[in-house]
C-alpha cells in the first residue's frame, strides 16, 4: 500500500524559513519522481516543485529562487526547504508522484498534507 506522509508544517513569518517532510513508503522510492503541490483557501491545488529520480528539480515560478526540493534515498524521503516565505504561500502542502510532464496528473490519492501559515 502506498503512503505520502506529509509533514513539517506549522507558523512562520514572512521571511522566516521552514521545512516539509514527504515520507513514502509502499514504492520503490528511489526510482520515482516525487512533487509537492499546495492548496490555498478558496483556491486549487497547484502544483510547487518537483525532484526526479536522478535528483533534477524543477519550481514553479512563484516559488523559484525561494524553495529547495531534495531527496534522500535512504530515507524514502523528499523535502521542500522554503525560505524567505510570503503570506502567499499560506497553504496546505501536499506531495504526490507526478504522472505528466504537466504535473497536472498524479498517481496516488492525496494524503492529510500539512498546514503552512505564513504571517506579514
Known amino acids: 500500500q502506498v503512503q505520502l506522509v506529509e509533514s513539517g508544517g506549522g507558523s512562520v513569518q514572512a521571511g522566516g524559513s521552514l521545512r516539509l517532510s514527504c515520507a513514502a513508503s509502499g514504492i520503490t522510492f528511489s526510482i520515482n519522481s516525487i512533487g509537492w503541490y499546495r492548496q490555498a483557501p478558496g483556491k486549487q491545488r497547484e502544483w510547487v516543485a518537483v525532484?526526479?529520480?536522478?535528483?533534477?528539480?524543477n519550481y514553479a515560478d512563484s516559488v523559484k529562487g525561494r524553495f529547495t526540493i531534495s531527496r534522500d534515498n535512504a530515507k524514502n524521503t523528499v523535502y521542500l526547504q522554503m525560505n524567505s516565505p510570503k503570506p502567499e504561500d499560506t497553504a496546505v502542502y501536499y506531495c504526490?508522484?507526478?504522472?505528466?510532464?504537466?504535473?497536472?496528473?498524479?498517481?496516488?490519492?492525496w494524503g492529510q498534507g500539512t498546514l503552512v501559515t505564513v504571517s506579514a
Open positions: 525532484i526526479s529520480s536522478g535528483g533534477s528539480t
Open positions: 504526490n508522484r507526478p504522472l505528466d510532464t504537466n504535473y497536472g496528473l498524479v498517481l496516488d490519492a
